[in-house]
C-alpha cells in the first residue's frame, strides 16, 4: 500500500487514485499526552479518540509513504511533528537491539521505502539538521529505504505528483 501524508492540501487530480492521500491540516489530531496507554491500557491503540486514530494504522501498514512536510529549526513543522508522536502505537514498550542502538519492537509496521518532501527553513544548517533527523527516524518508524527532497514552497505541489507519477509507473 502507498500513502501520501501532508501537513497541506494539495491537488492531486490526475493523479493514480489508488495513492491514499491524508491532509492533516484537515484533521483533529491531538498532542500526545505521554500516557502511555497505548502500551497498557489498549495496546496498539492511543486512547485519544480523535483522527489520529485512523490515520497511524494506515502508516503502519503502508509500504511506501511520501512525507511532505515544512521544517522549521531542523525539524517537522507542529502538524507532522503531532502526527509523528501520535504513532507511538505502532510500536511496542519491548526494546531490540538494530545496528547496536536500542529501539522498540514495531507492531506489524511494514518496511518502508519513505520519500520525505521538505520545505521552509531551507537553509544549510537546518538542512543539516533535518537530514540527522530523519535518518534517526528511519529506525524508528521501519525505513527500509529513504530520501529527503527539499524544495521550495513553490515547487511542492509539482514535486509531490512527480514522485507520485514515479510511484504508478513502478
Known amino acids: 500500500m502507498q500513502l501520501i501524508l501532508s501537513d497541506r492540501h494539495i491537488d492531486l487530480s490526475g493523479i493514480e487514485p489508488s495513492i491514499p492521500f491524508i491532509d492533516l491540516s484537515k484533521r483533529n489530531i491531538a498532542n500526545c499526552v505521554g500516557c ?3 502500551w497498557t491500557k489498549t495496546p496498539g491503540k492511543c486512547v485519544i479518540r480523535d483522527d489520529a486514530v485512523a490515520v497511524y494504522p494506515r502508516i503502519a501498514e503502508s509500504d511506501r509513504v511520501m512525507y511532505v512536510s515544512r521544517i522549521k529549526y531542523g525539524s517537522y513543522d507542529t502538524t507532522m511533528k503531532t502526527m509523528l508522536e501520535r504513532a507511538i502505537p ?3 514498550a519491548f526494546i531490540r537491539l538494530l545496528h547496536g542502538e536500542t529501539h522498540h519492537v514495531q507492531r506489524r509496521v511494514a518496511p518502508k521505502q519513505a520519500v520525505v518532501i521538505a520545505y521552509g527553513d531551507l537553509s544549510a544548517e537546518s538542512k543539516k539538521i533535518f537530514r540527522q533527523l530523519v535518518a534517526r527516524n ?4 521501519n525505513f527500509a529505504s529513504y530520501r529527503v527532497v527539499f ?4 515547487d511542492v505541489e509539482a514535486t509531490v505528483r512527480k514522485e507520485a507519477m514515479a510511484w504508478a509507473k513502478s
Open 90 to 92: 505502532v510500536q511496542q
Open 138 to 141: 528511519a529506525n524508528n518508524m
Open 36 to 38: 502511555f496507554g497505548c
Open 151 to 154: 524544495v521550495p514552497e513553490c
